[in-house]
T-cell receptor, first 119, second 116 residues
């Protein structure tokens, strides 16, 4: 596909259950980001992958949250023992970071998000 | 903490009227700045971005924004609103030192409503 895709688009789960969210970045994009958007709030950064470098996990809100990425492809965000405050839209973005180009200028392309509701 | 602030969580304008969505940044070093739009049930789409060079940036759908260092602002404007502009708009910043490098720091968003 041409854009970033995420699955599932919607997920309803019970408190205490684990959930796994998937992101397929744009082919060839080396950088991948996860953000969270809670109702009425802006987007919060969660985690960032860039090539083979160690991921930047500084935004993960607790040790219940983890993410993996295989090479420069699919990423999964896992939330263990979900809580009601985890209810949010989880957005994934990817960008192409090229050598000798200021990476801060690179545009992030966002997926449609996964809407998570924890009952 | 350095931040991006959007004034007004909801803005309503009449069709054909000027759209003005406000964004201010807090940074000792001017960041790179972005405006994203989010239509219902869709992901964020880049409208425009300021990196270096010309301070007046033109984007898609007739939107533009002007970077004003003296005012630490990056307000988004469109001369004539269209019904299809109804959406949520996010201002975001990214820069050395103050904004955590590669990750974007977002404002809380402004929901734009167009009145027929």
């Amino acid at each position: 596909g041409a854009g970033v895709s995420q699955s599932p688009s919607n997920k309803v789960t019970e408190k205490g259950k684990d959930v796994e969210l998937r992101c397929d970045p744009i082919s060839g994009h080396t950088a991948l980001y996860w953000y969270r958007q809670r109702l009425g709030q802006g987007l919060e950064f969660l985690i960032y992958f860039q090539g083979n470098s160690a991921p930047d996990k500084s935004g993960l809100p607790s040790d219940r949250f983890s993410a993996e990425r295989t090479g420069e492809s699919v990423s999964t965000l896992t939330i263990q023992r979900t809580q009601q405050e985890d209810s949010a839209v989880y957005l994934c973005a990817s960008s192409l970071v090229r050598h000798n180009i200021d990476r801060l200028q690179e545009t992030q392309y966002f997926g449609p998000g996964t809407r998570l509701l924890v009952l | 903490a350095q931040s991006v602030t959007q004034l007004g969580s909801h803005v309503s304008v009449s069709e054909g009227a000027l759209v003005l969505l406000r964004c201010n940044y807090s940074s000792s070093v001017p960041p790179y700045l972005f405006w994203y739009v989010q239509y219902p049930n869709q992901g964020l789409q880049l409208l425009l971005k300021y990196t270096t060079g010309a301070t007046l940036v033109k984007g898609i759908n007739g939107f533009e924004a002007e970077f004003k260092k003296s005012e630490t602002s990056f307000h988004l404007t469109k001369p004539s609103a269209h019904m299809s502009d109804a959406a949520e708009y996010f201002c975001a910043g990214r820069g050395y030192l103050d904004f955590g490098n590669e990750k974007l720091t977002f404002g809380t968003g402004t929901r734009l409503t167009i009145i027929p």
